[in-house]
């Protein structure tokens, strides 16, 4: 959101060229005592600080409560985006004490801040299959006290949970060569991984695979099990058998379900994460991702606590680009290259979405998403900012009465100007910045 009132400080220095023929101080000497030099205060405040804060109000706040999953599966969290910071940075991560957050039915959890304009509702236990919850926030602990909605009005939110049940399966590594193949099985709800592997049962060609080991799951609901034998090549068929009553984490039964792959000898495009990013005009997506169709050397990464080894390049075609949805829709999106694969950009408002790639996504280099790619994430209100509209060092006269200033989610600014005395010029040249301080200027 951008205010027509600002939030942080800035400052003008006029400058006063020497006189000639006037005296000036050597090098060594100080710089005259500068008179208003920000030193004084008024009521307490220095006449240079920043503005006095503009105090929370319902209507300031403006929330947005949303579920944070994909479709199909039960939200992991509830996320709360506000339209305006309400704590200092050094209170991100903690848990608010005094905040109101009704659920029903009830459900035990944890409610922290996840950044200064945004809180996150995780429960203590995954929310219940084919249940509709209802979130009330009645009360929200802020930097200028508990603040509630205004009379009248609620902060409410509602969504149903799906039942438990098996919802497919899909590559997410493929390496004919060495004839193994790593495959990730989703269900609507959180499993335990060695559990759910009991209850499953792998065949290729109709037999019983020479190994099958349980790898790291990228979400709670799914299960990757890396798949060995010589008979994994090219037009081989992998089956999968899931036995009924298999348990979710909350110990709901699954129904029997069954599934088939057929290899084939696509270059695979492997999503491994995707980061929210806030840019000089707002957000946009880094998905992290390796393509075995890449030539060239390969490239590391790490962030979010993960560690990839990467192909050269991993880039989605002008054409794969229409195979990416949002959910709710995005105006104005397209797809550049990134640091580690590629980036999605577009009009991101604040709140929670879904994002969904459809298997057949083909890269530059030829390579395939060999199957759907799924994930949530949330965007929070924008960073306070202001700056100049114009870059340089000096001011000219006839661009003091037309100086533009571009801002982002402030309220309140304090417009400080410096004048430097012809006596002080000397110092302010020779000092290591170019910025007017007590020292050496006046307000």
């Known amino acids: 959101m951008i205010c027509r009132q600002f939030a942080t400080s800035v400052m003008v220095l006029a400058l006063a060229a020497s006189c000639g023929g006037k005296k000036q101080d050597g090098p060594g000497s100080e710089p005259k005592a500068a008179k208003g030099s920000g030193d004084e205060t008024q009521g307490g405040d220095r006449i240079d600080g920043p503005p006095k804060r503009v105090a929370l109000t319902a209507k300031k706040l403006a929330p947005v409560i949303q579920a944070l999953g994909v479709d199909h599966v039960v939200p992991s969290a509830v996320v709360i985006e506000l339209a305006t910071p309400i704590i200092d940075a050094d209170l991100v991560g903690g848990v608010t004490s005094k905040s109101v957050l009704k659920i029903t039915p009830e459900a035990p959890g944890r409610l922290n801040y996840s950044s200064v304009s945004g809180l996150t509702f995780t429960p203590n236990q995954p929310f219940a299959f084919d249940t509709t919850y209802t979130f009330e926030l009645q009360k929200l602990e802020t930097r200028d006290g508990e603040l509630g909605p205004d009379a009248g009005d609620k902060w409410t939110y509602s969504f149903k949970t799906p039942p438990f049940k098996f919802l497919g399966w899909s590559p997410s590594e493929l390496d004919v060569l060495h004839h193994r193949v790593s495959m990730e099985i989703a269900f609507s709800g959180a499993v335990l991984p060695n559990l759910a592997n009991a209850a499953m049962t792998f065949a290729i060609n109709g037999k019983k695979p020479a190994g099958v080991q349980v790898m790291r799951s990228p ?3 799914t299960v990757v099990v890396q798949i060995t034998d010589p008979a994994i090549k090219l037009g081989a068929k992998l089956t999968l058998a899931v036995k009924k009553g298999l348990p979710s984490l909350v110990d709901t039964k699954a129904d029997a379900a069954t599934a088939e792959f057929l290899i084939t000898n696509d270059k695979a495009v492997t999503i491994k994460a995707v980061d929210v990013v806030e840019g000089a005009n707002g957000f946009y997506l880094e998905v992290i991702c390796d393509d075995k169709a890449s030539t060239g050397s390969a490239r590391s990464h790490y962030g979010g606590g993960s560690y990839h080894q990467l192909s050269h390049r991993c880039q989605l075609s002008d054409e794969a680009a229409k195979r990416i949805t949002f959910t709710p829709a995005v105006k104005g999106t397209y797809v550049a290259g990134g640091r580690a694969g590629f980036r999605v950009f577009g009009d991101f408002k604040r709140g929670a979405y879904k994002i969904k790639i459809d298997a057949g996504a083909t890269s530059l280099d030829g390579g395939t998403l060999l199957a759907p790619f799924t994930r949530s994430f949330s965007v929070k209100a924008r960073r306070p900012a202001m700056a100049f509209a114009a870059s340089g060092r000096y001011l000219p006269r006839s661009a003091w009465n037309n100086l533009g200033i571009k801002h ?8 400080i100007v410096r ?20 020292r050496t200027s006046n307000v």
Do not use: K, M
């Open 419 to 438: 004048h430097i005395p012809a006596d002080n010029l000397v110092f302010w040249l020779s000092g290591q910045a170019d910025a007017a301080d007590e």
């Open 219 to 221: 979400t709670p609901n």
């Open 408 to 415: 982002t989610n402030v309220d309140a600014v304090n417009l």
